[in-house]
């Protein structure tokens, strides 16, 4: 059984200061905490699940070695960010990653220039996953990977996907002449543009690319619209799967 104590701290941890002071994260929900747990690279210091899912995933808990408390449905609802929890919920180291500097020399790299929103970073995240991007590098004002709505909005890319941190001038530091490619609507229609492998930017979900970012791109590049359209852009996730899905068109990495 859980703890007052216990639910107390996993409570504590809904909160971004409290998850980066403690480093730790949570997760929720059978299909994602049971990925985590058949990909091990995270370490999962906790796992909390009702009878249902023990019952039904006891050789996978066994042969992972996870410690894992038994909880009531009622309890679970009082340490979950869910509004209908289902069924198990962990309690997960963070990791540091590191920038591959091969993968961004070489292939094809996002770049999300102040994402704000949990849900687009994790769906990004998917994206990337999605069309074999194997890095996504944040600027440092990009809302927290390890925020539950980007880890439930990923669908488990998290452990596939390499999503690091760093300002763009550091990367330019390391990814020299290679071309930069930015989402903007001034730029040139991405159907008519010969691509090539390097950075995609993709800007803030209301004011797009920052104007520091802005003055390093080389290739500015946008998705055309329909003439008689009476929407002012797309949703950052929605142009990001677009942009991504042409590179993948055209390189067919």
Not at 43 to 68: E, G, M, R
Not at 73 to 82: P, R, Y
Not at 93 to 104: F, G, V, Y
Request: proline letters at 2%.
């Amino acid at each position: 059984m859980i703890s007052k104590n216990q639910i107390k701290y996993i409570q504590s941890l809904h909160s971004k200061k409290n998850r980066e002071q403690e480093k730790l994260f949570i997760i929720e929900g059978i299909k994602l905490v049971t990925e985590f747990i058949l990909d091990g690279s995270y370490t999962i210091k906790d796992l909390f699940a009702t009878q249902d899912y023990i019952d039904n995933h006891i050789d996978l808990l066994k042969s992972k070695t996870v410690n894992c408390t038994e909880i009531s449905l009622e309890d679970l609802k009082k340490i979950s960010l869910q509004t209908t929890p289902n069924q198990v919920l962990a309690i997960v180291t963070t990791k540091d990653h590191e920038l591959n500097s091969d993968w961004l020399q070489q292939g094809l790299t996002l770049y999300l220039d102040d994402i704000r929103d949990p849900g687009n970073l994790g769906t990004m995240i998917r994206i990337a996953d999605w069309f074999g991007i194997k890095q996504v590098i944040c600027s440092e004002n990009t809302t927290e990977v390890y925020n539950p709505k980007t880890l439930q909005a990923s669908m488990g890319a998290v452990l596939r996907v390499n999503v690091i941190y760093k300002s763009f001038n550091n990367v330019l530091s390391i990814a020299k002449n290679l071309p930069i490619y930015g989402a903007l609507l001034e730029g040139k229609n991405i159907y008519t543009t010969q691509l090539q492998k390097g950075i995609i930017v993709i800007g803030n979900e209301a004011n797009g690319i920052t104007p520091e970012v802005q003055k390093q791109i080389t290739n500015a590049i946008t998705i055309p619209a329909a003439t008689n359209n009476g929407s002012e852009s797309l949703n950052a996730a929605n142009a990001c799967a677009i942009i991504c899905g042409e590179f993948f068109r055209q390189l067919n990495y």
